[in-house]
């Protein structure tokens, strides 16, 4: 099945404490990309990736990382989480997003305590 | 900066209504646009892909249209069922940026 997977789906996490999310694509995607969606302001774009080795920064990048370094995977990456990172994180995918459409993952929800 | 609309926030139609969903956008350099659907807690499952040179697209009682002159995007729903019940967010897509910009939703709830 073509999917996007996402994991871990739920994490609480105390601040300062590194962590990673791992995002998944098996549809040889070009693209891949992260977003946070908060109440109130919506989904908003971190860091997206036109194709291996390839990352650049979204609307809001500040505190998080990303690497590329194969086709299917597409890790977030957070050095020393914060509170204002608690929030609904989405990985998405697409063959080229100027023409096809974005896939998305399920979601991992994140608290930062 | 590009900034995209939803109007309006939410709605509430009784079943079998036929209904219209508004997205505006500012910037009208846009490669396409993208209807989604989000059920609470939910992951986004896209629902039409318009691009840039296209008028509109139909998938089942969907059917999405884009104006990119006037920055206007809409999707009408027909016959309204209560399993349409769940927030409907458009994004449009920036080749020059790689950006994928979403307005903030319409949250539509039908009633039996």
């Not at chain 2, 509430?12 to 490669?31: H, K, M, Q, R, W």
Request: glycine share 8%.
């Amino acid at each position: 099945e073509a999917q996007v997977t996402q994991n871990p789906r739920y994490l609480i996490t105390v601040t300062g404490k590194k962590l990673t999310v791992t995002c998944s694509q098996n549809m040889n995607h070009e693209y891949m990309s992260w977003y946070r969606q908060d109440p109130g302001l919506g989904l908003r774009q971190i860091y997206y990736s036109m194709n291996v080795e390839v990352t650049d920064k979204g609307d809001v990048p500040e505190g998080y990382k990303v690497s590329r370094k194969e086709k299917r995977n597409f890790p977030l990456i957070l050095e020393s989480p914060s509170p204002n990172q608690t929030s609904l994180y989405f990985c998405a995918s697409s063959f080229d997003p100027g023409t096809n459409e974005q896939f998305f993952g399920p979601g991992t929800r994140l608290t930062v305590l | 900066k590009q900034e995209v609309t939803q109007i309006p926030a939410a709605l509430s139609v009784p079943e079998g209504e036929n209904l219209v969903l508004n997205c505006s956008f500012t910037d009208s350099a846009i490669y396409n646009l993208q209807w989604f659907r989000q059920d609470p807690g939910k992951g986004l499952t896209s629902l039409l892909l318009i691009q840039s040179s296209q008028r509109e697209q139909t998938s089942g009682r969907l059917n999405a249209s884009l104006d990119k002159s006037s920055g206007r995007s809409t999707l009408y729903i027909a016959a309204s069922q209560p399993g349409d019940s769940a927030t409907y967010l458009c994004a449009v897509f920036s080749g020059n940026t790689g950006k994928l910009i979403f307005g903030q939703g319409t949250t539509l709830q039908v009633k039996p």
